[in-house]
């Protein structure tokens, strides 16, 4: 029996980078892991890893920015497992494009990265609360970042998004900690997922080298895994924390520690 075993755990972005890797811990620790992302291909490809694994996987396309998606993918999850018991809105954009200062960054690129890396936080909690409730309670886990806490050049929007997420842990958390509803965030430094990566190609020269370079910026020496911030959102959910709400952890190689991180790579999630 693993630590998840008849438990029911949402995954927003869960087909790619922290949202994989963390869909397929939960699995392993005999969860029925709901995967929901606008990325088929990549969402199947998750569900085939589950196969033989303790827990059940399913998929459910969705854009989780609109809130007919966000009921959806809540009402797939209990009309498939019988409810809800974990939500881990990790879903976050930073397209290669929207490097720019405020005057620069579009009105709608600014609306798309508030809606997909706020709005559905807001959305997906919004719909899942009232089954955890029914569940006798339940967690929140939210992907912030350390551009919640610092900042650099160039993503006005991004960074306005994780602030937001940090701000909406701590309130969701004092609102239904009554309700027996544990909210958390983590704050990952900079991890190896395709959004990094095309970050990095914006650089051009070797990609592997920059990412490395990005690794030496961090105290760790290397920049994180999926699997580092499954990790710790694997802990977060668990009984084991049982008596933590309202806050958030540095899965950051020690960036935060170091003061002026940005002046050494661009961190991102």
């Known amino acids: 029996m693993g630590t998840f075993s008849n438990?029911?755990?949402?995954?927003?972005?869960?087909?790619?980078?922290?949202?994989?890797?963390?869909?397929?811990?939960?699995?392993?620790?005999?969860?029925?892991?709901?995967?929901?992302?606008?990325?088929?291909?990549?969402g199947h490809a998750v569900l085939a890893q589950l196969q033989g694994m303790p827990g059940q996987g399913q998929f459910v396309e969705a854009d989780v920015s609109r809130s007919a998606d966000c009921q959806r993918v809540v009402s797939e999850a209990v009309t498939a497992f019988g409810g809800v018991d974990v939500l881990f809105n990790n879903v976050g954009i930073q397209p290669a494009s929207s490097y720019a200062n405020v005057e620069q960054t579009p009105e709608d690129l600014w609306d798309r990265i508030l809606d997909v890396n706020l709005k559905s936080y807001f959305l997906m909690s919004k719909y899942a609360i009232p089954e955890m409730r029914k569940r006798g309670g339940g967690v929140i886990v939210n992907t912030a970042s350390v551009q919640g806490l610092q900042s650099m050049k160039g993503v006005p929007a991004y960074a306005a998004s994780?602030?937001?997420?940090?701000?909406?842990?701590?309130?969701?958390?004092?609102?239904?900690?009554?309700?027996?509803?544990?909210?958390?965030?983590?704050?990952p430094g900079t991890i190896d997922t395709e959004m990094v990566r095309a970050s990095a190609r914006l650089e051009g020269g070797d990609l592997?080298?920059?990412?490395?370079?990005?690794?030496?910026?961090?105290?760790?020496?290397?920049?994180?895994?999926?699997?580092?911030?499954?990790?710790?959102?694997?802990?977060?959910?668990?009984?084991?924390?049982?008596?933590?709400?309202?806050e958030y952890v540095c899965v950051d190689g020690g960036y935060m520690a170091l003061g002026a991180w940005a002046g050494g790579a661009g961190a991102k999630k």
């Open 7 to 42: 438990k029911v755990v949402i995954v927003t972005g869960g087909a790619l980078g922290i949202g994989r890797a963390t869909a397929l811990e939960f699995a392993r620790e005999g969860a029925s892991v709901v995967v929901a992302d606008i990325n088929p291909e990549a």
């Open 162 to 187: 994780k602030g937001g997420v940090l701000s909406l842990t701590r309130q969701m958390a004092i609102e239904y900690a009554e309700e027996n509803i544990r909210v958390l965030a983590v704050c």
């Open 208 to 246: 592997e080298a920059t990412l490395q370079r990005y690794g030496q910026s961090h105290p760790l020496g290397r920049i994180g895994t999926g699997q580092d911030i499954a990790n710790v959102v694997l802990f977060l959910a668990s009984d084991k924390a049982s008596f933590m709400t309202g």
